[in-house]
């Protein structure tokens, strides 16, 4: 009865690579997250590619490359062409995200997976929405409901919540419940009973140290600053860093450090701009400041912004705080500064986030972290000498070839728009006609000596006439006064101004981070690739500002918000499984943990039907207020109305006892202050409450799971018979409602 | 309100207080009041839906000014939307007004411009330029009075673009002279969000709301008025301040000019020389010749007829409720919406101020029925028992065992136990019971062997030892009543008092005990309704208000011309009925 279902993991379960997975509500096709990881191994797309035409939406819940990062080779590659939501600051920061990607990945490679522009293109197709903004999808998707929420951990980070027919479909990873500088906590827990809660379990395992974290962070980088060192912080490019800049930001205020910090990304100057512009995403405490006294908290006062890593190199000598990209030290500026600066035992490699699996950032987080590493240095290179001009030569080969084909299209071309005219023109032309057909008769002899010439390996149908100038018929249509024209084409465009203005605007977002890309596109360039062996000699430290929940709080969060089915996805084994146990004894009977491809059919077995309640019933109905809730017992007759709806109608007959009802859940400790503030001694003994001298309450039965088991309450009332004993279980009763 | 409202709220309110010149006691709130109110203000983002007690509602962009919101406010399925000041045309840094996905019942819609209709805005701009363009070419100085905010934005950015495209102006300075457009170019330099889609572009180049060729003024002092320049001052109607000041300086050269960019308020300056008098009035109390230019271009962004006109033709609210307009305005623009929406059966309302409008939509209420209790269709005919729980509008039944599955309610059993002191036998009691119940099944317990005996299923009684007897039932109202008549009953053998004696009690006649629960009925129901009388044919006649209701006491019908009273007449009698008739053991 109830909306179908069904997940399909087609990437990340049971380890920690990129997230994707297929949703199918009632046979509509929702692509979750399409991640790629910092290796850009076509391979992980594999299931993806299988399933990319049939998708209908696309969701995206950060804007990281584990999150999105697959998006433009899949919209390139793959036929994936469904149009994607994400909230602004997803769009912005993910295209950001992607700019530095493909662009850190230019420097090293023949990176050739998806260019600039095509993640511009993939990126035009998204529709960015507010948090908690209901969207109502039209079309194949009628009556699903999409909203995004709150997640913290990124700006702009989602959690998606998928509507139909009153049965919620959330999808929640990477959440963080902890309040932080620039983001606010995430809103799952106010959701209760959704059908499905897709989740991850990326840090189950994982338990946050408490919250000393942020001092050694600035310990470790004051030391090494005052020491003379240099620090390097692995950054991704939009995510992250913004809560680290902040935090760096405040402590350089409050201590009046002088020492330089730079961010360096490709990208880092927009994203700062856009940042600043994003206010509205962010945490309480930046939109009040703002409010009260018009600080934006990404007026950044003590960083310096770097996009290219010459400037760096031209920064005066002398410690110095760098917040890098990538994170994975794969790629990136990253990975350049960290082959320098580790073989001096001065600096600190500072790691904020575990690094993505095997990457070399993840070889170093392991303990006890490896002497020396192995890492290719790659440059790119102008060309020069003999390979200058071999490239040249290729070019012009090149070029001269797609003239030809240019040159071959067009005549293609005229020759179509010739056809049909030939066929169109009816009786005067029949002549003509006959003309041609012989003159193709005529030429067929020479004609071979042509297509030597002009066409390379392309026959020309036997009825097309001879190579000619394109010659166009104006067969423009005359009466009494003249030519036919169209007043259209002669209006002066009023809106020049605009135009103007917009010329000026320009469209071109990636100006000054794709500049770096054209100088290096324009020359010729190749890549110079070197294998070395680093020894690691700097000091290495991990502390976690992951910003997601720890597993005590993943584990919280899912028994407060209680899915009737429960999917789990993202995390190594041992953590999903571990996931798994705990969510079957705690929060509900349902747990799923697919593997790739394996579609699970997680379609609600409820039952439901609606009713029409008649006012008839309704002015008879005596609501209890309980909390948010109104309760109330009714009897009813079915009944019909005009248009074959059920109703319920007030019953005719007296209506047939039921059993009682007593609807409340009963904390022991609020029951304590309760009676005793009507003058009755109680204490705990032994697991029940003493009331007075004799009587005891007991709470017996299995506590804890929501969703599952009788999930009625037992409690026991003992005593002898006395005055007491009535009186207690008067206020006993007066915890709950009766129906 | 949206995030650029309430930052921009700040700024205005603080500016208020602070060139308020009112005494002390005579001011309305001050910065504290300000600063407290901040705290309460929740902020939304347009589209955001909020809930609150199960009425949700959510926001437009209404392109009036940076941050104008239009509400829809959806109670229990009712939507009514609120456009405030609204304008449906785009400019250069907002918005239009949106077009609501879901049509409203109501429409509560501005109606300042009446039937009134805006030049297309690009002649608009081309006069304001153009005039500009002549007076700065002639050498003359351009003064534009406009209020701090909203209009001021839009014509710097058009003034910053112009300026742009003309280099050879590019010596020429313009200023704004308002310290709240200062302050408050911050908030329009963040919330590049709630602009459009030309200033977002143009933002990912550089923020267009850095001017390049224009500067702000802080007092007239800092102006070296020496040549050609453009000044944009507030207020707006030049009844003072620094626009004024500037008038009085430039209007007697007939180089200058005045652009008045806004709407007009009744009795001010700018309303007079709108008419081009000959003279003026200075501050100081001298006229002067009004020699200057005087340009009226009205870039006001509210909505003239034809937005307002095509905005409810596709809207098509059933209600409209006209608000906001000076009275003749809004009279016309009823009469002309009247005759455009003829055929579409739709009210207009223009009520005055304080003057209430009351509408009634009988919404359907459904309820989603779920769980176990859905397992089958119900036929019509049969019933349907179950908890309805009521979450803001939406409503669902649910069996009980259900509960804590689809709510976060949940159910709880109170099993009661208590010892009583008897020492007699443990027949006696089964004895007794016996006579007063009709299952009384006797058994022995299975773990410490002690006789039991189990009344009508609800209530266990044990004997535990010699002096004790304990007994257990499970809380709800029966089986409490009849642990409570077996206590009495224990209590009675053990004190010895006259023994209940098995005797058939003189049942008293059928017909004395009708009397007496007539006399209860009829009792009952005066104290319920008040008018309560004998008719004939043995009717009780009820009277409430004039309305009428006839009850037949045997069959329980009751006839009345008002439904209300009638189904209340007969939920009542039948409440009592089962009040005064025993009720069934045999409930479960």
């Known amino acids: 009865m109830g909306t179908s279902v069904q997940v399909t993991p087609l990437s990340g379960v049971f380890n920690e690579n990129p997230l994707s997975y297929l949703v199918s509500i009632d046979g509509f096709n929702f692509l979750i997250d399409c991640g790629w990881n910092d290796h850009f191994d076509p391979s992980l797309l594999q299931p993806l590619s299988k399933v990319a035409s049939t998708i209908d939406a696309v969701l995206l819940s950060h804007p990281d490359t584990l999150h999105l990062g697959a998006l433009p080779y899949a919209m390139k590659q793959l036929g994936l062409s469904a149009p994607v939501f994400s909230t602004e600051p997803v769009y912005r920061l993910g295209l950001l995200t992607m700019y530095d990607q493909y662009l850190s990945r230019r420097q090293v490679s023949e990176f050739d997976l998806f260019t600039l522009d095509d993640i511009d293109s993939a990126f035009q197709s998204v529709t960015r929405l507010t948090y908690s903004q209901n969207y109502h999808l039209s079309g194949k998707g009628e009556g699903i409901v999409v909203a995004p929420h709150v997640a913290g951990h990124l700006l702009g980070g989602t959690v998606w919540k998928i509507t139909k027919d009153g049965e919620d479909v959330i999808y929640a990873v990477d959440y963080n419940r902890r309040k932080e500088k620039h983001l606010n906590g995430t809103v799952l827990e106010s959701f209760v009973r959704p059908a499905v809660l897709i989740t991850d379990a990326y840090n189950a395992l994982h338990n946050q140290p408490p919250r000393q974290q942020r001092e050694m962070f600035q310990d470790a980088i004051s030391k090494t600053l005052r020491a003379g060192g240099n620090v390097l912080l692995p950054v991704d490019s939009a995510g992250r860093v913004l809560e680290l800049l902040l935090i760096l930001e405040d402590y350089w205020a409050e201590h009046s450090l002088n020492y330089p910090i730079y961010f360096l990304t490709y990208v880092s100057s927009s994203t700062i701009d856009y940042v600043k512009s994003f206010l509205e995403w962010m945490g309480d405490s930046i939109t009040k400041s703002f409010e009260t006294s018009r600080d934006n908290a990404f007026l950044l006062k003590h960083v310096t912004l770097l996009i290219n890593k010459s400037e760096l190199d031209n920064a005066p000598d002398g410690p110095k705080l760098v917040l890098a990209s990538m994170a994975s030290l794969e790629a990136g500026f990253s990975h350049d500064i960290f082959v320098e600066w580790a073989s001096d035992v001065k600096n600190l490699v500072l790691f904020t986030e575990r690094g993505q699996f095997g990457t070399l950032a993840r070889m170093l987080q392991a303990d006890p972290p490896p002497k020396a590493v192995k890492v290719t240095m790659s440059r790119r290179v102008p060309l020069v000498g003999e390979e200058l001009i071999a490239y040249e030569e290729e070019q012009t080969r090149l070029k001269k070839e797609e003239a030809l084909k240019a040159s071959l299209v067009k005549e293609e071309e005229s020759k179509a728009s010739l056809g049909p005219d030939n066929n169109l023109s009816g009786d005067p032309m029949v002549i003509d006609a006959n003309n041609a057909n012989a003159s193709a008769d005529v030429v067929e002899p020479h004609g071979g000596r042509y297509r030597d010439i002009l066409i390379d390996g392309f026959v020309p149908p036997s009825t097309s006439v001879a190579p000619m100038f394109p010659f166009y018929e104006n067969n423009s249509e005359w009466d009494d006064f003249g030519e036919v024209i169209n007043p259209d084409d002669y209006i002066i465009k009023d809106e020049d101004m605009d135009q103007a203005a917009m010329h000026i605007g320009g469209d071109d977002g990636k100006l000054d981070e794709g500049s770096a890309s054209l100088i290096l596109d324009a020359k010729p360039s190749k890549v110079v690739s070197n294998e070395l062996t680093v020894q690691v000699k700097c000091l290495l430290i991990f502390i976690d500002y992951e910003g997601r929940a720890d597993g005590r709080s993943i584990k919280t969060i899912l028994s407060h918000v209680a899915p009737l089915k429960l999917v789990l996805v993202h995390g190594s084994a041992e953590a999903t499984e571990h996931l798994k146990q705990h969510c079957l004894k705690h929060v509900c009977p349902h747990v799923y943990t697919p593997q790739i491809e394996e579609t699970i059919d997680v379609t609600s077995d409820l039952c439901a039907y609606k009713v029409q309640l008649s006012e008839k019933l309704m002015s008879n109905v005596l609501f209890k207020k309980l909390g948010d809730y109104e309760i109330a017992w009714v009897d009813a007759e079915v009944g019909k109305t005009e248009n074959g709806m059920l109703s319920l109608l007030p019953i005719s007959t007296p209506a047939p006892p039921h059993k009682s009802v007593l609807v409340g859940d009963l904390k022991m400790a609020d029951l304590k202050p309760f009676l005793s503030s009507k003058g009755i001694q109680v204490e705990f003994a032994g697991g029940a409450l003493r009331c007075g001298e004799y009587v005891t309450i007991r709470k017996v039965g299995p506590a804890g799971q929501k969703g599952g088991g009788s999930g009625t309450q037992q409690i026991v009332i003992e005593g002898p018979l006395c005055e007491d004993y009535y009186k207690i279980r008067a206020y006993l009763y007066s915890q709950f409602y009766l129906l | ?588």
């Open chain 2, 1 to 588: 309100m949206t995030h650029a409202t309430k930052a921009i709220y700040k700024l205005l309110l603080t500016d208020y207080v602070k060139v308020s010149k009112v005494s002390v006691e005579d001011m309305l709130f001050d910065e504290q009041d300000i600063n407290r109110s901040m705290d309460r203000i929740e902020v939304l983002d347009f589209h955001q839906t909020v809930e609150v007690n199960g009425i949700k509602f959510w926001c437009y962009t209404a392109g009036h000014v940076l941050g104008a919101a239009m509400f829809m406010v959806d109670i229990a399925g009712v939507r009514v939307l609120y456009t405030g000041d609204y304008s449906r045309e785009e400019d250069r840094h907002l918005r239009a007004a949106e077009l609501p996905q879901f049509s409203p019942d109501i429409c509560i819609i501005e109606s300042t411009y009446g039937v009134q209709l805006h030049q297309p805005r690009n002649i608009r701009e081309r006069r304001f330029t153009d005039v500009i363009h002549s007076t700065i070419s002639q050498g003359g100085r351009v003064l534009i009075p406009a209020y701090a905010l909203g209009r001021a934005q839009e014509l710097l950015l058009i003034l910053d673009e112009y300026w742009s495209n003309h280099p050879e102006f590019h010596n020429i300075p313009i200023y704004y002279a308002s310290p709240l457009a200062k302050k408050c170019m911050a908030v329009y330099q963040t919330y590049i969000l709630s602009m459009n889609e030309r200033i977002r572009n143009q933002f990912a180049n550089s923020n267009p709301f850095k001017f390049k060729h224009i500067s702000p003024l802080n007092s007239i002092d800092d102006l070296s008025d020496v040549g050609p320049s453009v000044v944009m001052a507030s207020p707006g109607g030049l009844q003072s301040g620094l626009s004024r000041q500037l008038f009085d300086i430039w209007c007697s050269d007939k180089k200058n000019a005045c652009v008045i960019p806004g709407y007009l308020v009744e009795g001010t300056l700018a309303k007079t020389i709108i008419s081009e008098p000959k003279e003026v009035t200075l501050m100081n109390g001298l006229t002067a010749p009004l020699n200057m230019q005087v340009h009226y271009i009205s870039f006001s962004a509210h909505a003239d007829y034809a937005q307002t006109s095509t905005f409810l033709k596709e809207l098509m609210p059933p209600n409209i409720i006209l608000v906001h307009g000076e009275s003749h305005e809004m009279g016309r623009l009823k009469t002309k919406l009247m005759t455009e929406l003829a055929d579409c059966n739709t009210k207009i309302i223009t009520p005055k101020n304080c003057q209430s409008v009351e509408m009634y939509f009988n919404s359907e209420k459904m309820a989603k029925t779920i769980g176990r209790l859905a397992e089958k269709m119900p036929e019509v005919g049969e019933t349907v028992s179950g908890i309805l729980v009521k979450t803001g509008f939406t409503y669902q039944i649910m069996a009980p065992d259900d509960l804590h599955i689809f709510s976060q309610l949940s159910t709880t059993n109170i099993t009661q136990r208590i010892t009583i002191p008897y020492s007699g036998a443990f027949g006696v009691i089964k004895y007794r019971l016996e006579q007063i119940y009709e299952s009384v099944e006797s058994s022995t317990d299975e773990e410490s062997g002690v006789p039991t005996l189990r009344v009508h299923d609800r209530v266990t009684l044990k004997q535990d030892s010699e002096k004790h007897i304990s007994m257990h039932w499970t809380s709800d109202p029966i089986s409490d009543m009849v642990s409570d008549s077996i206590v009495a009953l224990v209590l009675n053998i053990n004190r010895e008092v006259p023994k209940v004696v098995v005797e058939s009690e003189a049942i008293k006649s059928e017909e004395e005990s009708g009397k007496k629960a007539e006399k209860v009925i009829h009792a009952l129901l005066v104290s319920l309704f008040g008018d309560v009388k004998l008719g004939d044919n043995g009717k009780l006649v009820i009277n409430v208000d004039g309305n009428v209701a006839h009850l037949d006491k045997q069959s329980g019908d009751v006839e009345s011309e008002n439904e209300g009273l009638k189904e209340k007449v007969k939920a009542a009698f039948k409440r009592i009925q089962s009040a005064v008739k025993p009720i069934p053991l045999a409930a479960s």
